[in-house]
């Protein structure tokens, strides 16, 4: 197996500058990268993240907020022009996507379409569409993380892209194995989602809470972030999907955290002290590269990973479509998923 024990993906731009004072947002950057999970401007400006990433439910929620209105109109319009719904909206995302990296001075995450979860190629061919509409509008592919589905087809789809040195995010990680196929496929970054598999294991046992040291999603971040770290994987690991700041505040030490503006605001009103969680030292265990039998019984084993992945995926294609309705007025959308030629890069 070759490990990937690269510093390919850790510059020294990825490192947050050590120091303790002020909120415990503050707190906070200096010990992970933070990340905002939202489209929103206004927000972005406030809380000032490294990062910001969005997904189909965050795009559509950011298409209607006032800032957004004078480029929902012209999408529309491009909608009466005739041009495709899935064109259009590839290039509302990427027009927003461009507003945000003129915001943050690291990286935007872009989510190819939901319903190319389990298509490969036409994974690759959206990814590099979706690229190629970056550059074509002066952003650099450097600045740019494009999103999939950690399916296995996603995490195949990600490795031929990152020998194309378009970095990735495989999101809807809810699994161990499932993260270490992304480590091994050479991925930039993976999300795994600490809400919803603390919503699973709520909903599957009747526990109304959990105490923060026992809490599914929490222990589930540190689990794989630990095992990263102990295998030398350079692939780097953004807790995502938070459900309060005391899951935030949890993780505190993990590569990156991606938070939504309500909990950035929460953290940033709190002065108390915010200790680190998670320390990134790195080992040199060995494994054997997961196979493809593998990941997928992985997925059937563990009940709450297999759910979360297809609800997660069915969830973005659902807001996809509302993202199509409104931009064509109301009318249902049904278009089924094809592969977008390549254009460029």
């Known amino acids: 197996m070759t490990q ?14 050590p120091g303790q004072s002020g909120s415990k947002l503050d707190q906070l950057k200096a010990l992970s990268i933070v ?57 509302l995302t990427v027009r927003i996507g461009t507003e945000l990296t003129k915001i943050v001075p690291g990286d935007v995450s872009t989510e190819v379409d939901a319903r190319l979860a389990f298509n490969k190629d036409a994974s690759l061919a959206r990814a590099r569409h979706l690229i190629a ?20 087809e996603g995490i195949q789809a990600a490795a031929v892209l990152e020998q194309e040195g378009i970095r990735c995010n495989l999101t809807l990680v809810f699994g161990l194995e499932q993260a270490i196929a992304c480590a091994q496929s050479g991925a930039f970054l993976i999300s795994p989602f600490v809400g919803r598999i603390t919503d699973w294991y709520k909903k599957s046992t009747g526990t109304a809470d959990y ?3 026992q809490d599914p999603g929490v222990q589930s971040v540190k689990t794989i972030y630990a095992h990263f770290k102990a295998h030398g994987y350079a692939t780097v690991v953004m807790g995502a999907s938070f459900r309060s700041a005391a899951q935030v505040e949890a993780l505190a030490g993990c ?38 039998a593998d990941y997928r019984w992985s997925l059937t084993e563990n009940a709450m990973a297999g759910e979360k992945l297809q609800e997660g995926i069915r969830m973005f294609h659902l807001d996809t479509q509302k993202l199509g309705e409104l931009l064509t007025g109301g009318v249902p959308v049904a278009e089924a998923p094809k592969p977008v030629a390549q254009t460029g890069a």
Request: charged share 20%.
């Open 133 to 152: 509409l970056y550059e074509g509008a002066g952003v650099n592919r450097s600045r740019i993380l494009i999103k999939l589905a950690a399916t296995w």
């Open 35 to 91: 990340v905002a999970d939202t489209g929103d401007i206004d927000a972005i400006k406030k809380y000032q993240p490294r990062d910001c990433t969005t997904n189909p439910s965050l795009i559509l929620k950011a298409a209607q907020l006032p800032g957004y209105q004078a480029l929902l109109t012209e999408a529309k319009g491009w909608v009466k022009g005739g041009q495709s719904l899935d064109s259009v909206i590839d290039q």
């Open 211 to 213: 105490p923060i040291d």
């Open 4 to 17: 990937n024990q690269t510093t390919q993906h850790q510059t020294t731009q990825d490192q947050p500058t």
């Open 255 to 292: 590569d990156r955290l991606t938070v939504s503006p309500q909990l950035l605001g929460e953290l940033g009103a709190d002065q108390g002290n915010l200790p680190r969680q998670l320390t990134p030292e790195m080992g040199h265990q060995t494994e054997p590269k997961l196979s493809e």
